[in-house]
């Protein structure tokens, strides 16, 4: 069995902002922590190609919708790797092969009698292309989101008949764990307890879409075609396009990690399209909360963007990944503040983790020939050092389960104070001068240094790198959750054994394994 967990699919009308770099990072970490656990994933991204939006932000560009998302997709690939994001699939939607996915799947839909056609009038705001309920203003609207003006529409539509879903939508949303956070799920239940209508699934006028078979003049709303999206992604590239295949390639998705502001799509209106098509639906959806910067919501408006491409360039994907994991609980809102940010790298991981480690076999270079020390005593698992690691293990697998990053982190940063504690304590360099004490010193920087090991180990699935750097000074490899990666065979678990580091393996010449962040001009 696969588990299959998707990003949003996100718009190709601008560059990735770190709004979409939050969500994506998080589900590398999910999907790096499952691939290590042994199980197979399908981890999905890619780009939503189709409507207003993206067709008008390339006439503005002067460029055709396909030149414009051809580069923006283009865009958001090369920036996912050098953020080492270990996606599966990157889907487009202006894909051929999407196209008959779609065709294929309305089929079913209008089949199955969830077609009609329909007046559709109100007022639509292109940013979210979305129509919007009740603007608050009568005359001259705006979206609450994008504080733009919104459109007056009035068009005949066809529809897709949501309003005979109400039952089980309301079923499903009941399900516990179907809409997380927990919280999440009154504004959802809200929503559908006022009665679910109908809702317009093509656009007239609108070239830049997929025609609907049979209804000329009409292509797709993009948000009908989008959310297939995740479907075609399933496929493999070279196998015939059947919308069943699906069901042998990882659907239903188990996860659909989304912002909060697009959870009425994929909790109500995805899984009645599912059910109309007859289609098993999607187990859980998780909506997280919105970014802002020092207390302010970012906007090209207020120039306060955190562009990801700079932010990576100036601080490497360790430090950001770390702190929008462990800093913001996820599922709320959080801010981003620049001081703590640094603050929160050089203290948990240049200190407490990356200093622990660099003094520890620093002083087992020195004492104990270049190598880890004779384990003896420092090998016991009942070291106190074991027992905090196992715990951290323990703490660290259920949090990532439960996409509680922040209790992961917190985890893992305790062990590190755990030993920080035991070594200050211990005093090695202080026994070190008193004659007979050297079995007893190699023993501590041998427990020291195995809880070193089990630092990287447990960050493995939150920051690769770091973890891949700590090891290597470890004189161990690290362990590779990318797609490709050969850890799908238990060694990660394998390696949550107390004892694993060897005494005798040669320990390189220390290197710090977190660089400082030192940010003096606002990023
Ligand atoms: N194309 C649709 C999704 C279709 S899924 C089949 C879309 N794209 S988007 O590019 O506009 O947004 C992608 C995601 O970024 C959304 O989940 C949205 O919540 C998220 N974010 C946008 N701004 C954000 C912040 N400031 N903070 C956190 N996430 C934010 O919607």
Request: proline content about 6%; overall charge negative.
């Amino acid at each position: 069995m696969s588990y299959t967990l998707t990003t949003p699919l996100y718009y190709a009308n601008d560059r990735a902002h770190l709004g979409s770099t939050y969500t994506t990072l998080a589900c590398d970490a999910i999907a790096r922590h499952r691939r290590l656990r042994g199980e197979r994933v399908t981890f999905i991204t890619g780009c939503d190609e189709h409507g207003q939006k993206i067709q008008r932000t390339a006439e503005a560009a002067g460029l055709s919708p396909q030149a414009h998302c051809d580069s923006v997709s283009e865009g958001y690939r090369d920036l996912w790797s050098r953020w080492r994001i270990s996606h599966d699939r990157f889907i487009r939607t202006s894909d051929p092969r999407h196209r008959q996915l779609v065709e294929q799947f309305f089929a079913r839909v209008e089949a199955s009698g969830d077609v009609r056609e329909g007046r559709q009038q109100g007022w639509y705001c292109v940013a979210c292309e979305e129509f919007k309920d009740d603007p608050h203003e009568a005359e001259d609207p705006e979206c609450p989101i994008h504080r733009r003006p919104l459109e007056w529409r009035d068009e005949v539509n066809l529809f897709f008949r949501l309003s005979r879903y109400q039952p089980q939508i309301e079923e499903l949303i009941r399900r516990p764990g179907f809409i997380a956070p927990a919280s999440r799920r009154r504004e959802v239940e809200n929503f559908v307890a006022g009665g679910l209508r109908d809702f317009s699934i093509s656009r007239v006028d609108l070239p830049w879409g997929i025609p609907v078979p049979g209804h000329t003049g009409h292509t797709f709303y993009v948000w009908f075609d989008a959310l297939l999206g995740y479907l075609t992604a399933l496929l493999e590239p070279d196998e015939p396009v059947l919308l069943d295949t699906i069901l042998q390639r990882g659907w239903p998705a188990q996860l659909h990690v989304i912002g909060k502001d697009i959870l009425r799509f994929h909790a109500v209106y995805w899984p009645a399209m599912l059910l109309s098509a007859g289609l098993p639906l999607p187990e859980r959806v998780f909506g997280h909360g919105f970014l802002t910067r020092e207390g302010q919501k970012m906007g090209k408006s207020l120039g306060n963007v955190l562009d990801p491409e700079v932010l990576l360039e100036r601080c490497g994907h360790d430090a950001v990944r770390w702190y929008l994991l462990r800093d913001i609980p996820f599922g709320d809102d959080g801010d981003f503040q620049q001081q703590r940010f640094s603050d929160l790298v050089n203290s948990d991981l240049a200190n407490t983790i990356g200093n622990l480690l660099n003094r520890t076999s620093a002083m087992a270079r020195k004492w104990f020939a270049a190598a880890v020390p004779p384990a003896a005593a420092g090998a016991d698992a009942r070291h106190p050092l074991a027992l905090a690691a196992g715990q951290a293990a323990e703490t660290v697998n259920g949090a990532l389960e439960a996409l509680d990053f922040r209790a992961a982190a917190e985890a893992i940063l305790e062990l590190a104070s755990t030993a920080n504690g035991y070594l200050n304590e211990q005093a090695p360099w202080k026994a070190m001068k008193q004659p007979g004490q050297d079995a007893a010193v190699a023993a501590d920087l041998y427990a020291v240094l195995e809880a070193s090991r089990w630092l990287a180990v447990l960050l493995a699935p939150l920051l690769p790198d770091l973890s891949g750097r700590m090891l290597a000074q470890l004189g161990l490899d690290g362990f590779d959750s990318s797609p490709a990666g050969g850890d799908q065979d238990g060694a990660w678990l394998a390696a949550q054994h107390w004892g694993g580091l060897v005494s005798g393996t040669s320990l390189p010449e220390p290197q710090p394994v977190m660089q400082r962040l030192e940010l003096d001009a606002p990023l």
